[in-house]
């Protein structure tokens, strides 16, 4: 008991070791997977509190507030509704234990220790993130290209007369042509399930 209280109290019980694909069914992320829609884990990170546990639809996170205590708050965040941006990897010094991995998910800031050890596993991870985050920024600028270019059409017709019934029909027909290529365009652009990058990344 002891021990586990001074590990925690130096900050060392933060540090998380990369989870085997063959122990995911231990480690209680597990019971929160969506496996009954397709949902599976890719990587999992767990420390004495914490455990990160990356989906090919989530990042699922039990947030626990010391290694001593056994209450756990679960956060799930859906790719589609977090955008993944600022992805970093600060390997580990000559005296280091740990590495870390960095990145933000939407307005939610991560900063996840990793012993060095696992440093090969952390660099799939690492650039698997990399590859989500790029494809999400890529997406978002043609979604919003898509938008403008609408804006655009919206605007040149406004300035047209559309006082005549024929040409009112016609506006109205090219309108609800517009929203539902709008649509189809967010469909398009929102990528729900990013497990063939992680299947293509990690490797170790």
Request: net charge negative; charged share 30%.
């Amino acid at each position: 008991m002891f021990k586990k209280v001074a590990s925690d109290a130096l900050g060392l019980s933060d540090v998380g070791k990369v989870i085997l694909p063959e122990d995911y069914d231990k480690a209680d992320a597990d019971d929160y997977v969506m496996h009954e829609d397709g949902e599976k884990i890719f990587f999992l990170i767990k420390s004495a509190a914490d455990e990160y546990c990356f989906t090919n639809k989530a990042l699922i996170h039990l947030d626990g507030t010391s290694a001593t205590s056994k209450k756990r708050m679960l956060h799930r965040y859906d790719y589609y509704k977090h955008t993944i941006s600022n992805v970093a990897l600060e390997t580990a010094g000559t005296v280091d234990l740990d590495v870390e991995v960095k990145f933000s998910m939407g307005n939610q800031d991560f900063s996840i220790d990793v012993h060095k050890k696992n440093i090969e596993e952390l660099k799939d991870l690492y650039k698997a993130l990399l590859k989500i985050a790029e494809i999400m920024s890529e997406n978002d600028a043609y979604y919003e290209f898509t938008k403008q270019s609408l804006d655009y059409a919206s605007n040149t017709l406004h300035r047209a007369d559309i006082k005549d019934n024929r040409v009112f029909e016609e506006f109205k027909s090219i309108n609800q042509l517009a929203f539902n290529w709008l649509v189809e365009s967010k469909q398009k652009y929102t990528v729900k399930d990013f497990g063939e990058v992680f299947e293509r990344y990690i490797q170790n």
